[in-house]
């Protein structure tokens, strides 16, 4: 598949291991872009001249194989920038001046499911609660369905961790918070990448997750927004296109989609679900079999603790003596591409009892020999500078 990226063509010294922060484009959907822009581009749901109707057709297709990525409902499908402008959406909407009770969330959470959550309870009074995660950094189920209670208003949780690839049970804690009421909303940024999504299988009432990271274009993201809670949310934007005459926000998911948006990259994003329908098998084995090889030649070397406990797409590890930002600067000289540091994951760095990490993620792009050159220049580094404590 790795013909279908360009990026390595403009690029060949490079070794890319940092999927997990963006993934590369294939030409397809780099097409798309520059096709709506050169041939169709004009606004749309404004105007009726011909240009302009094909543009809304093209957005409300994409609307439409956004749905089926996730088997949802074209009229549950909010476009929005990224997962982190969807979720303060959803938090904001939540945890209005109104609310009262508690939101769960847990240690595991990347920022962009942390911050928004933390600043809606601080500005409104309402508790947060964080659910544990095990001494290997791994969470149950019941540690964060243990924390809800009737009081509560919503769950919110990562479907798979951008640390340590773990793959959270959020069917089982979906069904829980519904049980109690509570609304549950899931953070499937990671775990859309590299796993089949059915939100009626998981049962959420919210679920997010970003266009960049499936290999589509930055800037895009969807919010899913279930039939019978879209009306617990409020637009955290108002304007062009969202409003009735009146200026009252219009009801269902065009009440939260105001203003000009990246038409294009939205049009490359249907592109991009296109691209993942022709191809899921081909990527989960070819990432099924780097994630095994990448492990594997990680645990082996000395003086690495290794963070991801079972092989995973996405692989951190600590180095003893050497900081993860010595070590992500120095493989950087050598034109590897991986991510160091917090991974925007304050509360698992603290319940982990470290600084970073350095995290290397694959794509389907990716090759065997990719990991050789990345394992053999870290062992290489690691005795050069003495990384072992
Ligand atoms: C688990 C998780 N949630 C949320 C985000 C935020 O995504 P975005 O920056 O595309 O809004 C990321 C990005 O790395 C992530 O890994």
Known sequence: MRSDFPFFRANPDIVYLDSAATSQKPQCVIDSMVDFMTKRNSNVGRSLYPISSEASALVAEAREKAARFINAKPEEIIFTEGTTQALNMVAASVCGTDAKGNIVITRMEHSSNHAPWLEACRRNGIELRLADVDADGILR????????????????????????????????????????????????????????????????DFLAFSGHKIYGPMGTGVLFASGDSIGRLKPLTVGGGSVERDYSPKTGIHGF???????????????????????RNAIKNIEDDLSGYLFEKLSVIDGIRMITKSPSQICSFTTGLLGCYDIGAMLGKFGICIRTGSC??????????????????????????????????????????????
């Open 141 to 204: 189920a019941e540690a964060v369905t243990e924390l809800i209670d009737d009081e509560t208003i919503a769950v919110s949780v990562t479907g798979m961790s951008n640390v340590t690839g773990q793959v959270t049970d959020i069917g089982a804690i979906c069904s829980h918070a519904r049980r109690m009421g509570a609304l549950s909303v899931v953070d499937a940024a990671q775990l859309v990448v590299h796993n089949t999504v059915d939100v009626r299988t998981i049962g959420c």
């Open 344 to 389: 925007c994951a304050y509360s698992l760095m603290d319940a982990l009892g470290v600084q970073g990490v350095c995290r290397a993620s694959v794509g389907p792009y990716n090759t065997k020999e990719e990991i050789d050159i990345f394992t053999e220049r870290l062992s290489w580094v690691l005795r050069r500078c003495g990384g072992f404590r």
């Open 257 to 279: 989609e105001a203003g000009t948006r990246n038409i294009a990259a939205i049009v490359a994003l249907g592109q991009t679900f296109d691209y993942l329908k022709s191809n």
